[in-house]
């Protein structure tokens, strides 16, 4: 008979090692997720020790999945993140930003323009042209 999740169901040391044994980092952190889960959808289940063990598959397999994600975008340079030519710091960048773009933003940066400050079209149209010679130039 399926059962919700039992108040006195902690993490025993035989699901802390099982845990382990599948390279879960933090089994604890882990369980809290499983526990937070199963109560706030009211999960049933015949045997919780099972459900667990499936959860634990289940996240190793996510972030194997997630490291190798990962690992591609930091290799291929599109984690979203990149440090300003111009900037100290590192600023956030949308990942579809156009190159033109990317370019009128760093100019902005360099030469202290203020960002907030509007532009109308044409001065904006100017600015493009002028950032195109020079990138091309």
Excluded: C, H
């Excluded at 802390?16 to 369980?31: G, K, L």
């Excluded at 999960?43 to 990962?70: D, H, S």
């Amino acid at each position: 008979m399926k059962v919700s999740f039992p108040k006195d169901l902690f993490l025993t040391e035989e699901f802390r090692e099982y845990a382990i044994r599948n390279e879960i980092p933090d089994p604890a952190a882990t369980w809290e997720l499983f526990r937070n889960r199963s109560l706030s959808v009211d999960a049933k289940y015949n045997n919780w020790g099972a459900a667990w063990q499936k959860w634990v598959l289940t996240e190793r397999k996510y972030a194997a999945a997630r490291a190798e994600k990962n690992n591609f975008q930091e290799s291929r340079g599109r984690t979203g993140w990149n440090k300003n030519r111009f900037d100290e710091g590192i600023v956030r960048t949308n990942k579809k930003t156009s190159y033109l773009e990317q370019a009128r933003l760093d100019t902005i940066r360099k030469y202290g323009i203020a960002s907030e400050q509007e532009k109308t079209e044409e001065e904006d149209d100017k600015l493009r042209e002028s950032e195109t010679i020079r990138l091309s130039g």
